[in-house]
């Protein structure tokens, strides 16, 4: 049985991605409190595996999982990218006009902005994760609340749907990244075909250092999917390139690695796995 850990609950975007990214096999949840808890997880017990989002295509990139990432003795092994799709949950019986106010995760709040500028009057609250809020009224028998969560999370927590597909843009995806102790990732890797990677690095202060690199990649048939910098902490100025890249030929990245090598600094591999597919 696999033993997969994520941030937050059952129900929740990171336990329905799970779900899907280990499509048909046994698993048990580690349900987190944090990201950071996910990465202390792999830590305490090199068995587990752990499940992060990273970026989503309305919000944008999670900057401190970059890190937390970096920092750690994890590998990414896979991604998944899931289509968020949200829901407006309440106690059975409840209809909309009785809904009073509206519960979730501050980011699942701003998705659905224009579907709650129809709702005149009802309070919005944030909390802490959008399956939680589901939790929250459901133990507690909260009349007049409800949550924006998934339809996944109403349904294990007893709550109906009034509205779904509530969300502002419906090309509102998240995507996660699967990540493992390193020293384990040889034997889970096994018969997978590579073709994508994230790496990390930092740059000289010259000028067109970055743009040496890209050409170099660009010249080798690396395709750049994301580049995102982060300032370094106590290196006032200098800054981290995390950069995706995905690739055909396995042998020409290996080469267009080596030629990068020695403009960078601190270089490192996040990880080397197959590019994930997209939930519909």
């Not at 499940?51 to 919000?59: D, G, P, Q, Y």
């Not at 900057?63 to 590998?75: A, D, F, K, W, Y």
């Not at 006009?97 to 659905?112: F, G, Y």
Request: net charge negative.
């Amino acid at each position: 049985m696999k033993k997969v850990a994520i941030q937050g609950i059952l129900g929740s975007y990171h336990d329905v991605a799970a779900h899907h990214y280990f499509e048909g096999e046994e698993m048990e949840i580690i349900g987190c409190h944090s990201f950071r808890d996910v990465i202390q997880q792999i830590r305490d017990d090199t068995s587990v595996i752990g499940l992060m989002a990273i970026e989503n295509t309305i919000a944008g990139s999670l900057l401190q999982n970059h890190e937390l990432i970096r920092q750690s003795e994890c590998s990414i092994i896979g991604e998944y990218k899931l289509r968020i799709s949200h829901s407006l949950a309440a106690l059975p019986g409840t209809a909309l006009r009785d809904v009073k106010e509206v519960n979730s995760h501050p980011i699942a709040l701003m998705q659905c902005a224009e579907y709650l500028e129809t709702l005149p009057g009802i309070k919005v609250v944030e909390k802490e994760d959008t399956a939680m809020s589901a939790k929250w009224i459901a133990e507690n028998k909260l009349c007049g609340h409800a949550a924006i969560c998934g339809k996944t999370a109403a349904g294990i927590y007893g709550l109906e749907v009034l509205a779904e597909g509530i969300e502002t843009n419906n090309r509102n995806f998240t995507r996660f990244l699967v990540i493992a102790n390193k020293w384990n990732v040889e034997e889970i890797m096994q018969g997978v075909k590579k073709n994508k990677t994230s790496l990390v690095f930092a740059l000289p202060h010259t000028a067109g250092s970055l743009s040496k690199v890209l050409t170099i990649l660009s010249f080798y048939d690396m395709n750049l999917t994301k580049i995102q910098s982060l300032p370094i902490i106590g290196r006032e100025w200098e800054y981290l390139f995390y950069i995706n890249l995905t690739y055909s030929d396995y042998t020409r990245y290996k080469q267009a690695l080596d030629a990068i090598i020695p403009l960078t600094k601190d270089l490192k591999i996040l990880g080397e796995y197959a590019e994930g597919r997209q939930s519909i």
